[in-house]
């Protein structure tokens, strides 16, 4: 083993001024939804820069995809296409209402949603799809909208991975789809802890997720507790969930919102320095975004080119008996023992995304990373290939 620090894959960049308001909030007495997750949904629509959006904090990215999809009327009968190449919980909340899921492949350049896979894909049942903007480049959404709607489809956006994501010059969250969710996990480009939000322009659609994300409540807690006039009285009005985001999660995402363009700018700039550093080995690298355009960076996954004289296994080993820590995104789904076996998936049927699970690794990307850490990290990735 290394004789170096551990270098872990992700780190949360908290500042001084997140930790206060998280101290401010204890202090105030109202630690669960409240004020403070009223103001980071208020900010949050603002960030995004345009007028009628509706932003609902929520307490996962997860939580998010599925009130989105119920309050869109997604239920049993109905198919849902996504891709294989994600984490489970993009496909789950399909199964969470009873409807089905379809899978397709990636792109082999940006390892984002096939389009034409989409279009392939589309039956009589289908009512929606779910595009995942991999590792923080925007997928194409400039094909898959319009196909969309030509079919009568709903979209909603897998944006986890991107914050902040620009598609033909649009920050991802103000495109023409129905809904768009984002993650604020612990290793995500802004991160409440556990937390997320679905953005949404269509009113309805808002309501009707407001009031899921809280027991089917016909009133929203804040309102109820903060009432002039005694307002005990509420209504259930649906089967709700207990989705809510609490004001100690919210107290942080006020202060990394602010924030989120430094910490992309410092994520580019680290994937720009691994890109020079990795230069001339057998991998290949991310794909970079269009001219003009933002990639959140949320990932730097390299694949190992099939010139590469270890397995990627190997190469992962290795990295961490040097000291490095690092991950694979992901496991594809049609790998994954639920999902094979629910609808007979096979390998060959997902040329792109198996061939690129075998050779993908995740190297170490976040803000708090310096010089050195990237520099260490390429170091080790040379001597390992061999160059």
Not at 108 to 134: K, M, Q
Not at 250 to 266: M, T, Y
Not at 355 to 360: G, S
Not at 362 to 372: K, V
């Amino acid at each position: 083993m290394s004789d170096q620090p551990f270098l872990p894959f992700a780190l949360p960049d908290i500042g001084e001024a997140e930790i206060a308001e998280v101290v401010d909030t204890l202090r105030s007495g109202w630690v669960t939804t409240g004020p403070k997750t009223r103001r980071f949904e208020q900010d949050f629509a603002a960030w995004l820069g345009e007028p009628g959006l509706h932003a609902m904090a929520v307490n996962s990215a997860t939580a998010g995809l599925h009130l989105a999809l119920e309050a869109l009327g997604i239920g049993p009968g109905d198919e849902v296409i996504t891709t294989t190449h994600t984490f489970t919980a993009t496909a789950e909340v399909v199964r969470y209402l009873g409807a089905d899921v379809v899978m397709v492949d990636i792109d082999p350049a940006t390892l984002c949603i096939d389009v034409d896979a989409v279009e392939r894909a589309i039956t009589p049942r289908t009512r929606a799809v779910i595009p995942v903007h991999y590792a923080g480049l925007a997928a194409d959404m400039a094909r898959l909208v319009p196909l969309a709607r030509r079919h009568g489809l709903k979209i909603v956006e897998d944006a986890a991975h991107a914050l902040p994501t620009t598609c033909d010059g649009h920050l991802i969250g103000t495109l023409d789809t129905d809904a768009t969710v984002f993650s604020f996990y612990a290793n995500k480009t802004i991160t409440t802890g556990e937390g997320g939000m679905v953005v949404t322009r269509d009113e309805a659609l808002a309501k009707r997720i407001q009031v899921m994300r809280l027991h089917g409540i016909s009133r929203d807690a804040f309102d109820r507790f903060t009432a002039t006039v005694p307002s005990w009285y509420y209504e259930i009005v649906a089967p709700g969930f207990k989705y809510n985001l609490t004001d100690i999660a919210s107290a942080l995402g006020i202060h990394q919102l602010k924030r989120a363009r430094e910490f992309q700018a410092r994520r580019q700039a680290i994937a720009a320095t691994y890109g020079e550093a990795l230069a001339g080995l057998p991998l290949i690298t991310p794909p970079q975004p269009a001219a003009g355009e933002l990639h959140s960076w949320h990932l730097y996954a390299v694949r190992l080119a099939d010139a590469a004289a270890v397995t990627r296994d190997a190469f992962i080993e290795q990295l961490f008996a040097a000291g490095i820590g690092c991950s694979v995104h992901y496991i594809p789904l049609h790998l994954q023992p639920y999902w094979r076996d629910r609808y007979a998936l096979k390998a060959a049927d997902f040329p792109h995304s198996q061939h690129a699970y075998e050779r993908l690794v995740s190297l170490p990307m976040y803000s708090r990373m310096t010089e050195a850490d990237v520099a260490r990290v390429a170091a080790a990735a040379r001597r390992i290939l061999g160059a």
